[in-house]
Each structure stands twice: as C-alpha cells, then as structure tokens.
C-alpha cells in the first residue's frame, strides 16, 4: 500500500493537569481511510485537532510527510476539516460557499497577494459539484437544501482547494439512520474518486466497519487497537474492544494448552496459542459463532431464559451454569427449554487479561431488561426507590 503521511509520535494532550490523550503512537498512509472509533470523552476531536493543528500537544511530535509540524498553523497545513456542525454561509449560495475559501487571496512566494481566475473559480466549483453530486444546485440558498445537501456542500467547500488530507468529525451524527447510510456510501465514493486521506470520527462501530481501511479504537485518552475492520471484529485485543464492536459473550478461562482453552471446567479447542501453561485469559464468543444442539450433544448445557425475534435471526438469552449468553440463531428455542451448544475452534478467540476483564460480555442485565418487559405484571413505577413522589 502507499506511503506514510501523518505520524503522531508519544502524542500527549493534558488540559489543567488532566491527560485526556495518554501516549497516542499513530501513523496514516497516504490515501487511506482511517478512522477514530470510541465512546464519547475519549479523545477522538483532541486527536483531530492536533492533526488539523489547532491544538499543540502538551507533548510529542506530529509529523507530515517526514516533517515535524508542531509549530504549523492549520491554514499552512495540507489538511481540511469538515466538523459536525458544518457552519456554511446562509446567505450565500451553494456555488459561493464553495467558492469562499477560493476566493481568499494567496500570498506567493515573493509576498504578493494574488487571487484565482475567476475562470479557474468557475471550473473548480463545477468540478466539486460533479463529485458531491449537486450538478444544478449552484443557485440554491442554504436554507432551501436538505440536511444531506448541505453536508455535501460542506464537503464540497472542503475538498475545493484540494486538501491532501480531510478531517471529518462524526459529519453524519446530525443526520437521520437512512440519509446516514446512504452518505456513508458517499463519502466512500468521494474520498476514492478525489484519492484523498480521510481521517474520520465517529463512536459508532457499524459505520466505522463499513467505511474504514483501518479503524483506531480509543478508550479513556488511549488507543486500544489498530487494524482493519475484521481485524478488530475477529481479533479484539482486550475486552473493552470486543464489547464495543459488536455483540461478544465474554468469559473467564484458562489457557491449559496452544490451541486447548479451559471454560467452565470443559475443554474447547481453539486457534490462539502463546499464553503461558494455565494463564487466566478472556474467552470472546461471538453470538453468531454458537450452534444450538440437543441437550445431550452439548459441550455445555443451559437454559433458555429470553427470546427475542429479530427479523432474521433470534437473540436468545441462556444460562449457563449462572452466567448468561446472548445466541443469534435461526432455530427457534423456546423459554425454559435446556439446549446443548458447540462451538469450532474459530468461533473461540483467547484475549490476555486486561484492565478491562469482568467489566464486559455477561448479558444478565440485558436479560433482566427483556424479562421486565415482557412481564405483563410488572410494574416498573412500583419497583421504583427514591423515585420523585407527588
Ligand atoms: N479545551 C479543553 N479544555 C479542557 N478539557 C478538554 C478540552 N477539550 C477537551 N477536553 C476534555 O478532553 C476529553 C476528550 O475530549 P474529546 O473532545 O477529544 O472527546 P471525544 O472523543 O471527541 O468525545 P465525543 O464523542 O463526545 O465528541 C474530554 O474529557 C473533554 O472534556
Ligand atoms: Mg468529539
């Protein structure tokens, strides 16, 4: 793949002795989609900002193109941001507020200031409109475009003055699901047809699957992974990883063996080796990785306590042995029924122990949320402690 272009080396950001970017080692290649994925307040815009430079890091180094560019202010950098709110011109039309930053005059290499052709101008704008697909919108007022329009227009007045990177920040949270899916596709489209590096910011782990060449899941200041989307979805290095991407039974086991993991005190084969001999480890299990078998077939038993229709599968709670599974299954096992399940070798994934272990994977309290639900008795005004009386 290409070349190197940003780098961010032992990246720290503390504001008022609060360290709200602990050590970030980063880098993102040359046309490359890659994005920052985590929950809110972990860090994702300081990342951003720092790239964009404006904000320094309290320490560390950003490097461009081999360059440290600590000192650089945003407007001298390559880089082009397109933030949530996307702050177009409302009495500007669409073409002007493309235009706009054209239109500012550069100062050459001699110090003089010169301006675009109004020619060039033209051509441009024409240009981005053809990308973001608004051929015929030139004249339109910002207040007569739909919200998927004017996040293309702003998408369009970024890309104008040809970035070599753009920074996007969660650009579709204002949206609604099915505009977001189709702009997902869009911005897609776009940053492979300008052949541009986009670096994105979402905390929604679907959208970052579905777009990104590479995905930087963050928690609390600090990366937790790198990888592609598979990667992170079949690799999750820590718990932490594997509950926020997708669904995941996570269970406490012990590595007895390469390839031999303890569970309940059953033996699973699995793929993962290089722990020490008997070393506690995270086992994840994904929900669509269970086969339901009869009872007596099982390498573990339980029972099924909640059933949820799906549309295309069932969510299924069951318990074993006290601690509660999510399963994804077709085959429609009722409440109250013992099910055997197996499990291949790739359906298991071994996790090291982590800051993170018993935090996640264990699906009582959403079982306990189902039951209350479908208790028709239940009262959840009644059950209330401390609530506001009248
Ligand atoms: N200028 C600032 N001064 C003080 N604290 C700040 C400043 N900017 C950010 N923070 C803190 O840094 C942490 C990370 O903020 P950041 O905006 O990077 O999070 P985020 O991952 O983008 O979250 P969200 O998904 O909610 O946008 C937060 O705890 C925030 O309160
Ligand atoms: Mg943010």
């Given at each position: 793949?290409s070349?190197?272009?940003?780098?961010l080396?032992?990246c720290?950001?503390?504001?008022?002795?609060?360290?709200?970017?602990?050590n970030?080692?980063?880098?993102?290649?040359?046309?490359?989609?890659?994005?920052l994925?985590?929950?809110?307040?972990?860090?994702?815009?300081?990342?951003?900002?720092?790239?964009?430079?404006?904000?320094?890091?309290?320490s560390?180094d950003?490097?461009?193109?081999?360059?440290?560019?600590?000192?650089?202010?945003?407007?001298?950098?390559?880089?082009?941001?397109?933030?949530?709110?996307?702050?177009?011109?409302?009495?500007?039309?669409?073409?002007?507020?493309?235009?706009?930053?054209?239109?500012?005059?550069?100062?050459?290499?001699?110090g003089?200031?010169?301006?675009?052709?109004?020619?060039?101008?033209?051509?441009?704008?024409?240009?981005m409109?053809?990308?973001?697909?608004?051929?015929g919108?030139e004249k339109?007022?910002i207040?007569?475009?739909?919200?998927?329009?004017?996040?293309?227009?702003?998408i369009a007045?970024?890309?104008?003055n040809?970035?070599?990177?753009?920074?996007l920040?969660?650009?579709?949270?204002?949206?609604?699901l099915k505009l977001r899916?189709?702009?997902?596709?869009?911005?897609?489209?776009?940053?492979?047809?300008?052949?541009?590096t986009?670096?994105?910011v979402?905390?929604?782990?679907?959208?970052?699957?579905?777009?990104?060449d590479?995905?930087?899941?963050?928690?609390?200041?600090?990366?937790?992974?790198?990888g592609?989307?598979e990667?992170?979805?079949?690799e999750?290095?820590?718990?932490?990883?594997?509950?926020?991407?997708g669904?995941?039974?996570?269970?406490?086991?012990?590595?007895?063996?390469?390839g031999v993991?303890?569970?309940?005190?059953?033996?699973?084969?699995?793929?993962?080796?290089?722990?020490?001999?008997?070393?506690?480890?995270?086992?994840?299990?994904r929900?669509?990785?269970?086969?339901?078998?009869?009872?007596?077939?099982?390498?573990?038993?339980?029972?099924?306590?909640n059933v949820?229709?799906?549309?295309?599968q069932?969510?299924?709670?069951?318990?074993?042995?006290?601690?509660?599974?999510?399963?994804q299954?077709?085959?429609?096992?009722?409440?109250?029924?013992?099910?055997?399940?197996?499990?291949?070798?790739d359906?298991?994934?071994?996790?090291?122990?982590?800051q993170?272990?018993?935090?996640?994977?264990?699906?009582?309290?959403?079982?306990?949320?189902?039951?209350?639900i479908?208790?028709a008795?239940?009262?959840?005004?009644?059950?209330q402690e401390?609530?506001?009386?009248e």
């Amino acid at each position: 793949m290409s070349k190197e272009l940003i780098r961010l080396a032992n990246c720290t950001m503390a504001f008022d002795d609060e360290v709200v970017l602990d050590n970030i080692n980063l880098y993102i290649k040359d046309k490359e989609f890659l994005t920052l994925l985590g929950p809110s307040g972990c860090g994702k815009t300081t990342t951003l900002r720092i790239i964009g430079g404006f904000q320094t890091p309290t320490s560390g180094d950003v490097f461009f193109d081999g360059v440290r560019i600590n000192a650089v202010p945003p407007h001298k950098r390559a880089i082009n941001t397109v933030f949530q709110k996307y702050a177009l011109f409302p009495h500007l039309n669409v073409y002007e507020n493309i235009a706009f930053g054209l239109r500012i005059p550069k100062v050459d290499g001699k110090g003089k200031k010169v301006k675009l052709p109004e020619e060039e101008i033209h051509q441009r704008v024409m240009e981005m409109l053809e990308v973001v697909n608004l051929r015929g919108f030139e004249k339109r007022h910002i207040t007569q475009l739909s919200g998927g329009q004017q996040q293309r227009v702003a998408i369009a007045r970024a890309l104008v003055n040809k970035p070599k990177v753009l920074l996007l920040d969660e650009p579709l949270g204002a949206l609604d699901l099915k505009l977001r899916k189709d702009m997902q596709n869009e911005l897609k489209r776009i940053q492979k047809a300008m052949e541009i590096t986009f670096i994105y910011v979402t905390h929604d782990q679907e959208e970052a699957l579905a777009m990104s060449d590479t995905v930087v899941v963050m928690d609390a200041g600090k990366i937790q992974q790198i990888g592609t989307p598979e990667d992170i979805y079949n690799e999750p290095k820590n718990a932490f990883v594997a509950d926020f991407i997708g669904e995941s039974n996570i269970i406490d086991g012990i590595m007895r063996a390469d390839g031999v993991v303890e569970i309940f005190n059953r033996k699973f084969q699995c793929l993962d080796g290089g722990f020490a001999k008997d070393e506690p480890v995270d086992v994840v299990i994904r929900p669509e990785d269970v086969d339901i078998v009869p009872e007596d077939q099982g390498q573990l038993k339980g029972t099924v306590t909640n059933v949820t229709f799906k549309g295309m599968q069932y969510d299924i709670i069951v318990d074993f042995y006290g601690f509660k599974w999510l399963i994804q299954t077709t085959d429609l096992s009722p409440v109250g029924s013992r099910i055997g399940i197996k499990i291949d070798p790739d359906g298991i994934h071994v996790m090291k122990k982590s800051q993170y272990s018993g935090m996640f994977g264990d699906y009582s309290s959403y079982s306990e949320e189902y039951e209350e639900i479908s208790d028709a008795s239940f009262d959840p005004e009644e059950d209330q402690e401390g609530g506001d009386e009248e």
